[in-house]
């Protein structure tokens, strides 16, 4: 049985002991948890790169980086809570049992500061009218809603200051707060470092691109630029956030040496294992980016790839721990036929990828786990928990990208939508690049171990010559047809075609 040794972690300079964390965190790293949902990875994961950072206890960066020097070193980020602006935005629309009067109080004297701040010209006009124009608008970028309070509520990252990060409140802390006599705690009464939502989902990939970037800088400043356009690209939204925080600040907080002071948020690791496609996400990182589309759905896309990687990273470290190579395929369904062998196929591996993705946790140290636990708790116990975290996790994150079908019942196997079929070109081909369609094919194996025609699935069972590949030819067939159905396919003859990613920068 393997263990997990200090330094098959990156970066190297945490200093946790690994094996005194959970069965999962120690297989998969610290952590990705079943809680967080689709955007708060992709939030999460944006958080820390727009914040500025640095190694513990030294000088931090202006942010909107990634320090590929501080590869041996734990890293810590100082995001700026701005939870005046949060309150503005979403306290009046959240459900009234969850608003409590000390924000009730403080929104309501929030406002009357900004509009004492607001000059009309058109006197028809009303001042709470434009207040409330300004809260739709930055409303209407909402991402996560649903029945959360205020402060557990996020916006799309249409701009830096609209990301948001985790605050947590006590409901008996909230209630016995009187607005007016500590303003500090009116801000500041909320836990910032427990993970409830933003669970490090996104720190882990924050450091699994630092991982390829410490491998090859060379896309370094490319990947900084882009993102930083990708998230500045609504200036007028800046200058919105900055005027209704700024305000706040200016009122409340006068006297204070510095303006919304950060939080510290620190920094795990992930393991080490996972740079063996690190360079893979750079690539796929960059060609997305760089491709020419509407913002928004660019960031939609962005989330998408984050989870698909996260769930490849996953599926590699169950093998490598396992087998000690990367062979967990991803056979990819576009049959219609419930009875066919690619149904069969696909759903038989798929089950094989939940089952390895358990069965790495066992290569785990439970026996430390157990012993320097806070709470003692059975072997079962501990295994049905990492079960939650692990498989079950694969499973929900394929769901929520429409990857893994069906959404409900038996049989659940990956597939391709139109979204995932457009997003796997963008990121494999260059923007405005062109390739054959075999060569597309051979990327997705050795990228993410797709299998789709008969090639791919020669090569992945090379020892088991005996096995009837013909199936998969009405597979690759559907997916020539989705191809160009989406405009990626043409072809040049009957026996070439070109897959194209027509979204040149």
Not at 319 to 336: A, C, V
């Amino acid at each position: 049985m393997k263990i997990m040794e200090q330094s098959s972690v990156f970066p190297s300079g945490n200093h946790k002991n690994v094996k005194k964390q959970n069965i999962q965190i120690q297989t998969y790293g610290q952590r990705l948890f079943r809680d967080q949902t689709f955007y708060e990875y992709l939030l999460e994961f944006l958080l820390v790169f727009i914040s500025n950072k640095g190694a513990e206890g030294k000088t931090k960066d202006e942010g909107f980086s990634f320090p590929v020097h501080l590869k041996e070193e734990k890293l810590v980020y100082y995001p700026f809570p701005r939870m005046g602006l949060k309150r503005f935005v979403f306290l009046s629309r959240s459900e009234p049992d969850k608003r409590f009067d000390v924000d009730i109080d403080a929104l309501d004297d929030h406002r009357d500061y900004l509009k004492n701040k607001i000059t009309i010209s058109d006197t028809s006009l009303d001042k709470d009218f434009i207040l409330d124009i300004l809260q739709d608008l930055l409303y209407g970028f909402n991402a996560i809603i649903g029945k959360r309070s205020w402060f557990a509520q996020s916006l799309l990252p249409v701009a830096p200051e609209l990301i948001f990060s985790e605050a947590i409140g006590s409901k008996e802390q909230r209630e016995s707060l009187v607005y007016g006599n500590e303003l500090d705690e009116v801000d500041y009464g909320f836990e910032f470092n427990r993970r409830s939502f933003m669970a490090r989902g996104g720190e882990v990939y924050y450091l699994h691109v630092l991982q390829g970037l410490v491998e090859n800088n060379e896309s370094k400043e490319e990947l900084e630029k882009l993102l930083s356009e990708l998230i500045k690209g609504i200036p007028q939204l800046s200058i919105i956030s900055n005027f209704l925080q700024g305000s706040w600040e200016d009122y409340h907080y006068p006297n204070h040496t510095e303006v919304s002071p950060p939080i510290t948020k620190t920094m795990e690791w992930i393991p080490a294992n996972y740079k063996k496609r690190a360079v893979y996400t750079v690539k796929e990182l960059g060609n997305l980016l760089n491709s020419l589309i509407n913002p928004l759905e660019k960031i939609d896309l962005l989330g998408t790839l984050i989870i698909f990687q996260i769930m490849r990273m996953m599926c590699l470290q169950a093998s490598e721990k396992l087998e000690n190579e990367d062979n967990l395929e991803w056979i990819i369904d576009l049959t219609n036929n419930p009875n066919g062998q690619i149904r069969k196929r696909a759903t038989s591996s798929y089950l094989r990828i939940e089952e390895n993705v358990f069965r790495a946790v066992h290569t785990a140290d439970i026996a430390t786990y157990i012993e320097n636990a806070k709470r003692k708790r059975s072997e079962p116990d501990i295994y049905e928990d990492a079960s939650k975290d692990t498989n079950r996790l694969i499973r929900k994150l394929g769901k929520d990208i429409e990857f893994i079908v069906p959404p409900k019942g038996a049989n659940m196997r990956f597939s391709f939508n139109e979204d995932l079929i457009k997003l796997i070109v963008i990121v494999l081909i260059e923007p405005g690049e062109r390739m054959l369609l075999n060569t597309f094919l051979e990327k997705c194996y050795e990228h993410y171990k797709i299998i789709i025609g008969p090639k791919e699935a020669k090569i992945h069972w090379n020892e088991e010559p005996n096995l009837d590949f013909s199936p998969f030819d009405e597979n690759l067939e559907k997916f020539q047809q989705a191809l160009k159905d989406s405009g990626f396919l043409r072809d040049l003859s009957d026996a070439t075609s070109i897959v194209e990613n027509p979204f040149k920068g």
